[in-house]
C-alpha cells in the first residue's frame, strides 16, 4: 500500500515537471515568434532605404544590452513591449537619449530610428 502510494506520488511529480517543462519551451518559443511577428510587419516599409533591411539586428547592435530579449526583457533599461509611449515620444527618446540612454541621432539615421519606434510599438504586451 505505501509502496503504491509512493509510486502514484512520484509518477504525478514526474508528470508535473514534464508539464513544467513542456510549458515553459512553448512560452520561450511563443515568446521569440512575437518579435519576428512584430519585425516582418516592419521590415518591408525600410527596405525602400535598405536591402534585406532588418529591425532586429539595427535593435541588437544597438539596444541589446540595456533592453534584452529584442525588448521583451528588463536589463538596465526597461522594458519596451507594452509601452504606453507614443511613436513621436520614441523617436524622441530613441534620438536625444535620457540619462543613461545615450541618443542615438549622430550614429542613426531618422528612418533607422523611426523603424525601431515602429518596431516597439508593433511589439506586444509581453514580458520574457
Ligand atoms: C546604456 C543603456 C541603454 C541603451 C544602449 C539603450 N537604452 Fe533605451 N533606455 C535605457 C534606460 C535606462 C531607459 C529609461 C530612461 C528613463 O526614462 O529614465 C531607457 C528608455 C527607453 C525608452 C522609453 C521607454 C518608456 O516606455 O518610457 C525607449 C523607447 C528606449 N529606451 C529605446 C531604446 C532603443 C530603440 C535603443 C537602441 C537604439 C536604446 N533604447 C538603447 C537604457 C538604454
Not at 16 to 32: P, W
Request: aromatic share 10%; charged share 25%; net charge neutral.
Amino acid at each position: 500500500m505505501l509502496f503504491n502510494v509512493s509510486i502514484t506520488r512520484l509518477t504525478h511529480i514526474a508528470f508535473m515537471t514534464l508539464c513544467a517543462i513542456g510549458i515553459n519551451i512553448s512560452v520561450t518559443h511563443a515568446e521569440e515568434d512575437v518579435t519576428d511577428i512584430a519585425a516582418a510587419q516592419i521590415n518591408p516599409k525600410y527596405t525602400q532605404y535598405k536591402e534585406n533591411f532588418s529591425v532586429k539586428r539595427l535593435f541588437a547592435s544597438r539596444c541589446s544590452w540595456c533592453h534584452q530579449g529584442y525588448g521583451l526583457k528588463e536589463a538596465d533599461g526597461p522594458r519596451l513591449s507594452g509601452t504606453d509611449k507614443s511613436k513621436e515620444y520614441i523617436i524622441e527618446q530613441i534620438a536625444y537619449g535620457k540619462s543613461p540612454m545615450p541618443g542615438f541621432r549622430k550614429q542613426l539615421k531618422p528612418w533607422q530610428i523611426e523603424a525601431l519606434a515602429d518596431y516597439i510599438k508593433a511589439l506586444p504586451d509581453v514580458e520574457l
